[in-house]
């Protein structure tokens, strides 16, 4: 009787690590397509739509992220907006960022694209005797498909009547375990003043500044970078944040303010740690209406 309670009690613990191993690997693989609606008279179409994605890592999806196309045409979105880390920098011999360049062309040849900085594209371009010429490479090959990265800058879109602003954000303001926060005007000696009369979207790719962001007036913030904080915990939120902070105040979701409004991507891809928990990776579709 002993043995045989010892083997149900063995079959149970397997069957138990069985079912959380898959349940790892389904929620570790694999994405979804997120929806938000904002009303903004500001506007000067109609209507507005774009996909928003934020750290892909370089990942793949099916063959070159044909799956990831799929879904974005399936929205039939006006533009794609790239909140950053769409590559993936790692101090070893061997670095490759030809899947997210592929992805990003294949992306430019379909819909204007508008690509914010994130800390890993940084990293590659200050640390050149670590990836030499791979900043280079990445933004020739950007130019090439007939886009480029908003570093401290701003494009428009006319028909629409909307500002687009790429932020360019120094390593310090994403140290780890520490705030180290920008200035409160940091945002106007970069991009200047916005123009209130129209809609602004600010690309910036750390959340924890939202607050400074704020000060600023945009309408809205695109950010990444927490990935959702890899583990979710219901009602507690994302786990750890890049900065190695527990239970980050900003995970994801769309967190307003003060008449601002930031939409936080959980993010397409993974590094370092490639695991999710109840945080599915995903692509964020957004609809801006006038009425």
């Not at 890592?57 to 044909?66: I, K, L, P, Q």
């Not at 960022?97 to 990003?104: K, P, R, S």
């Not at 694209?113 to 010429?133: A, L, M, S, T």
Request: hydrophobic letters at 40%; charged letters at 25%; proline letters at 4%.
């Amino acid at each position: 009787m002993a043995s045989e309670q010892m083997i149900a009690i063995i079959a149970a613990i397997v069957i138990a690590v069985t079912l959380l191993v898959l349940f790892v690997y389904k929620e570790s693989t694999g994405f979804r397509v997120v929806h938000y609606s904002f009303v903004n008279e500001k506007l000067k179409s109609d209507s507005y739509r774009f996909a928003l994605i934020s750290d892909l890592h370089d990942c793949v999806y099916g063959e070159d992220n044909m799956p990831v196309m799929d879904a974005i045409e399936k929205e039939e979105v006006d533009a794609v907006f790239l909140a950053g880390d769409m590559v993936t920098s790692y101090m070893e011999p061997k670095y490759h960022d030809g899947n997210a360049i592929g992805f990003v062309k294949k992306l430019a040849e379909k819909y204007p694209v508008f690509y914010g900085i994130g800390n890993h594209e940084d990293k590659i371009r200050q640390n050149q005797d670590d990836f030499p010429g791979m900043y280079e490479h990445l933004t020739e090959e950007l130019a090439k498909a007939g886009l480029h990265i908003l570093s401290d800058e701003k494009v428009s879109i006319e028909e629409a009547g909307i500002d687009v602003y790429g932020l360019d954000m120094e390593h310090k303001y994403y140290r780890k375990l520490m705030t180290n926060r920008i200035p409160e005007d940091y945002l106007e000696k970069k991009l200047g003043s916005n123009d209130e009369s129209r809609v602004s979207v600010l690309i910036a790719h750390n959340p924890e500044h939202f607050d400074r962001y704020v000060l600023w007036k945009p309408d809205y913030v695109l950010s990444g970078h927490v990935h959702g904080g890899i583990i979710n915990i219901p009602p507690l939120g994302g786990l750890i944040s890049p900065q190695l902070k527990l239970f980050p105040k900003y995970d994801a979701g769309v967190f307003t303010k003060d008449g601002s409004t930031m939409i936080l991507s959980r993010g397409l891809g993974s590094h370092t740690i490639p695991i999710r928990i109840f945080n599915k990776a995903e692509v964020i579709v957004v609809d801006i209406t006038r009425s």
